[in-house]
Structure formats: structure tokens, C-alpha cells
């Protein structure tokens, strides 16, 4: 191999290399954080392996977070909570938990039925604080969306 050819291999690694580079940074630049915008899908709903309804809460990073909550209203019963549970104070970390089961250490408040019920739209959500830097977890759901759903799959929208 001559030197200028060996210069011009060094030249095409070099130029793979950082085109590889520009691309990962523009790829994990497109890539939703969660952490940003207001309001994003950072709560999500779905069936465990044993296809009882299951909620995971993800905060950004290792972000504090208040009132995480469970709200069934009756679709005939207007704004009125009929199930569901909250839970008062800080909460750090991510969390998956049955439903209508969350652990012991957040000390939740129930309400009503422990299970998901027929007619009923129900709101999972959360909430972080902070002036500057504040977002909510929201999802909303049917029993029906999460019977739709496999193991495994997640309802992660705030629509119902």
C-alpha cells in the first residue's frame, strides 16, 4: 500500500467515525428525555404477566414527586370519584405495583372498589414541583383499554 493510499483509509475511517459520532448525538438528541415538557406520558398503565392491571411511575432521573393518585369516575356519575386511592407526601424513584395495590410506604388513601370496574374512566398521575422545572404523569383509562392490552404492553398516553 503506498502512503497516500494508507492516508486516505485513515481519512475514510476517521470520517466514519465521525459520522457515526453526528449521528448518535443527533439520534439520542431526538430521542424523548421525559424530562423536558410539561405534562408527558411518564405514567403508564397495563396487565403484569399474570394480566391483573399493574401502574409504573417513572420520574425523571431521581426526581422527587407528590400526590401520586388513582381517580375512577363513573361515566354516568359525572365528576364524582368512586374508586381509586392517593397517596399524600414526597415519593422518589421509579415504581410498578398492582393497580390497586400501591406499596405500603406511601401509606395510600382508598376509595371504593380495589379493581377496575365496568363504565368507569380511571386517571393515573403524579406530579413534580419544582419552580422552573415542573411536569405531571398522566394517563387515563378504561378497563377495557387495558384488557386490550398483552402482558407486558403499557397504555403510556394521557387520552382515553
Not at 448525538?25 to 430521542?31: F, I, R, T, W
Not at 421525559?34 to 431521581?62: F, H, K, M, S, T
Request: hydrophobic share 40%; net charge positive.
Amino acid at each position: 500500500m503506498t502512503a497516500g493510499a494508507a492516508l486516505d483509509e485513515r481519512g475514510r475511517r476517521t470520517l466514519r467515525r465521525r459520522a457515526g459520532a453526528v449521528t448518535g448525538v443527533v439520534a439520542g438528541a431526538a430521542l424523548p428525555s421525559g424530562c423536558a415538557a410539561v405534562d408527558l406520558p411518564l405514567a403508564a398503565v397495563g396487565p403484569g404477566a399474570d394480566g391483573a392491571p399493574n401502574a409504573l411511575i417513572r420520574p425523571c432521573g431521581d426526581d422527587a414527586y407528590r400526590g401520586p393518585a388513582l381517580d375512577g369516575r363513573d361515566s354516568g356519575a359525572g365528576d364524582l370519584v368512586t374508586t381509586g386511592w392517593d397517596a399524600q407526601g414526597e415519593h422518589t424513584g421509579d415504581a410498578a405495583f398492582p393497580l390497586f395495590a400501591p406499596p405500603a410506604r406511601r401509606h395510600a388513601r382508598h376509595r371504593g372498589a380495589r379493581r377496575p370496574l365496568p363504565d368507569h374512566t380511571c386517571t393515573l398521575s403524579f406530579g413534580h414541583y419544582v419552580t422552573g422545572d415542573s411536569y405531571n404523569g398522566v394517563v387515563a383509562f378504561s378497563a377495557r383499554d387495558i384488557a386490550a392490552l398483552r402482558p407486558g404492553q403499557v397504555r403510556p398516553t394521557a387520552a382515553p
